[in-house]
């Protein structure tokens, strides 16, 4: 029992072991510190790219509406161009069909071509200025 006997040692801190643990203490309280600042960074960075992933999101709406409008104006525009090409291949036929009914000369069936012509930029005008 003689070892235990010196209790007034036992109850003291080595200096060199309150030494280290400060050490530890001030590595960890850095750590923490740079840990929190790269925490902060990182989420004001992560809010920034959810506005610019928002405003994204709004400008593809705007996009896609703008897209399907801009769809329904060539379908219509489509359309036109198959009335006007059916008007004139109809158009074609009724001259060729008064030409071999007539046996029109060459000078009246160009003279029919022109009228017919007329009418035609008649027609296309028309539904241009309807359209506008």
Same mark, same amino acid.
């Given at each position: 029992?003689?070892? /235990?006997?010196?209790?007034?040692?036992?109850?003291?801190?080595?200096? #060199?072991?309150?030494?280290? #643990? $400060?050490?530890?203490?001030?590595?960890?309280?850095?750590?923490?510190?740079?840990?929190?600042?790269?925490?902060?960074?990182? +989420? %004001?960075?992560?809010?920034?790219?959810?506005?610019?992933?928002?405003?994204?999101?709004?400008?593809?709406?705007?996009? &896609? #509406?703008?897209?399907?409008?801009? +769809?329904?104006?060539? &379908?219509? !525009?489509?359309? !036109?161009?198959?009335?006007?090409?059916?008007?004139?291949?109809?158009?074609?036929?009724?001259?060729?069909?008064?030409?071999?009914?007539?046996?029109?000369?060459?000078?009246?069936? $160009?003279?029919?071509? #022109?009228? /017919?012509?007329?009418?035609?930029?008649?027609?296309?005008?028309?539904?241009? %200025?309807?359209?506008?």
């Amino acid at each position: 029992m003689i070892g /235990l006997g010196n209790s007034r040692r036992g109850m003291k801190s080595p200096p #060199l072991l309150i030494a280290a #643990l $400060v050490a530890c203490m001030i590595v960890l309280g850095f750590n923490y510190w740079t840990a929190r600042s790269r925490n902060v960074d990182l +989420q %004001s960075r992560i809010m920034e790219l959810e506005r610019k992933v928002r405003r994204a999101a709004a400008e593809r709406g705007a996009v &896609e #509406l703008k897209k399907n409008e801009f +769809q329904g104006e060539l &379908e219509k !525009q489509r359309e !036109q161009i198959d009335k006007i090409q059916f008007l004139h291949s109809f158009q074609m036929e009724n001259v060729n069909k008064v030409h071999q009914d007539e046996k029109v000369g060459p000078l009246q069936a $160009v003279l029919l071509t #022109l009228v /017919l012509s007329f009418l035609m930029y008649g027609i296309l005008t028309m539904l241009f %200025s309807v359209r506008k």
